[in-house]
């Protein structure tokens, strides 16, 4: 799976591609570990080419958002395929993540 | 050190002006002292205020009292404003508890605290605070260079933020008793002093009156009487308090042996006022009435898959999910709960049409009822 975070100001964009599961979760792990410490991080999560997301994927979204609400920032995920947006659908998870 | 008497004050008046310049170091402590002190006696017992402040008498202030009434002061220590302290409150009747505390804080020099709460005549306007003259403890603070700092005394002034404002308007206004107020000016400045009055108290009563609700609430939430609890947001927290919907949430959780993220539904009241739910009693006839087709939509949904996380509102989302399908509510409907608890977007109307085939696989009684 490819991460990449393009800043402006306080404003980062994630954007997602390939899978993330049991074997990728731990780089996107490292990858999102940083963003954890930002103040006032306003973060968007681009799904658009993530194709599949495991609940290891699941926990680490809600860390991050955690996090970025812990620091005063925001997190919203955008551009999510039907196959994603059923994952976070049906375990509830549309509920706790902003998703637009 | 030596100052020039430029303020036309005699010897005995400039004497006194000397020892306040020289004793600047021991107010400014002071200050700190008892700033630190009211906030750290507030933080103890989690009283919120809208403001601790201090202040040290400006020069000028000291030289016009001293012009208008030098002669009633025999040293510096006489004057017990020179350092002067103020808690702003909420409400009224935590003046009466700041008070209480302040007594066990400072030394309080009783003689000259004046409750000027209760010093209104009939005819007089006014509407004052509680103001303690006090001295710093020893076992507060002491240090053996200055003990002068425990020596000095100083004003505490305990009022509610409507005081407060009348206190401020007040002096604005120049007239500092009503004997000086012209009569015409005096009904009005009386009739505002009343409304703040009968203000403060009421804020203080409604406030007795939420808490005593929420106590109520919360005994007959504890003790099961839910057709006697309306369904607002105060009885909706509480009712969530006692984790309603755990039982579901642990048997969906069974289907993939998962972690549960305790997650408040807060969201969903707005949703069941809108279904027409009253009471907290409706509540529990939809968990009772469709809890096991929410089961079974989430079985159908999780068994086929590896997930092994949910969010703890995932059962209530799945008992709205069947309450709104079996009661015919259509996919337009269920695009709009979706709308009404996550917000807009492109997925709601996908969302919905999939959980209508779904309803259809299950088999899932319809009432044919048009919702529109």
């Known amino acids: 799976m490819n991460v990449t975070i393009n800043q402006k100001g306080h404003a980062y964009e994630v954007v997602l591609e390939g899978r993330l599961d049991t074997t990728t979760a731990p780089k996107f792990q490292e990858d999102i570990t940083p963003l954890m410490q930002v103040s006032k991080a306003e973060i968007i999560v681009d799904c658009a080419k993530l194709e599949y997301t495991s609940s290891q994927g699941l926990r680490l979204f809600l860390m991050l958002q955690k996090s970025v609400l812990k620091n005063g920032g925001s997190l919203v995920m955008k551009n999510m395929s039907a196959a994603v947006k059923e994952v976070f659908d049906i375990t509830g998870f549309s509920n706790i993540i902003t998703i637009q | 050190m030596e100052h020039s008497n430029t303020h036309g004050l005699d010897l005995h008046c400039q004497l006194i002006l000397e020892e306040y310049r020289d004793m600047q170091p ?17 933080s103890r017992f989690n009283i919120l205020v809208t403001a601790v402040e201090a202040r040290i008498k400006s020069e000028d202030s000291l030289v016009g009292k001293l012009q208008l009434k030098g002669h009633k002061y025999r040293t510096l220590g006489d004057l017990t404003d020179i350092m002067g302290a103020r808690i702003i409150t909420f409400y009224s009747d935590e003046v ?24 209104h005549e009939l ?6 605070s509680l103001h303690y003259i006090c001295r710093i403890p020893r076992k507060l603070y002491h240090d053996p260079a200055h003990p002068e700092i425990n020596e000095y005394r100083f004003e505490l002034q305990m009022r509610t933020a409507l005081q407060h404002v009348w206190a401020n308007i007040n002096h604005d206004t120049g007239y500092k008793s009503g004997v000086e107020v012209p009569v015409e000016h005096l009904r009005n400045l009386t009739r505002l002093a009343g409304m703040l009055e009968l203000a403060d108290d009421e804020f203080s009563r409604i406030r007795r009156q939420i808490t005593d609700y929420r106590r109520r609430v919360q005994t007959l939430v504890s003790s099961g009487n839910f057709d006697e609890v309306g369904l607002n947001g105060d009885t909706f927290r509480s009712y969530l308090a006692i984790h309603p919907f755990e039982r579901l949430t642990n048997r969906i959780a069974a289907i993939n042996q998962a972690e549960v993220m305790q997650d408040a539904p807060l969201g969903y009241l707005k949703v069941l006022q809108g279904l027409g739910f009253k009471t907290l009693g409706d509540v529990e006839k939809l968990k009772h009435d469709y809890s096991e087709a929410a089961y079974q ?36 409907d269920l695009a709009q709960f979706f709308e009404a608890i996550q917000g807009p977007g492109p997925y709601n109307q996908a969302r919905a049409q999939r959980i209508i085939q779904l309803a259809a696989e299950l088999q899932w009684p319809t009432q044919q009822q048009n919702h529109g």
């Open chain 2, 26 to 42: 021991v107010f400014a402590t002071m200050k700190e002292v008892v700033l630190t002190e009211l906030q750290k006696c507030l």
């Open chain 2, 96 to 119: 009466d508890k700041i008070a209480a505390l302040m007594e066990d804080l400072f030394e309080i020099d009783r003689e000259n605290s004046v409750d000027k709460r209760k010093m």
């Open chain 2, 123 to 128: 005819n007089s306007f006014g509407y004052m």
């Open chain 2, 297 to 332: 939509l989430a079985l159908h949904q999780l068994g086929g898959t590896d997930l092994d996380i949910i969010s703890s509102s995932l059962a209530l989302q799945d008992l709205c999910i069947a309450y709104l399908i079996q009661n015919g509510y259509g996919e337009k």
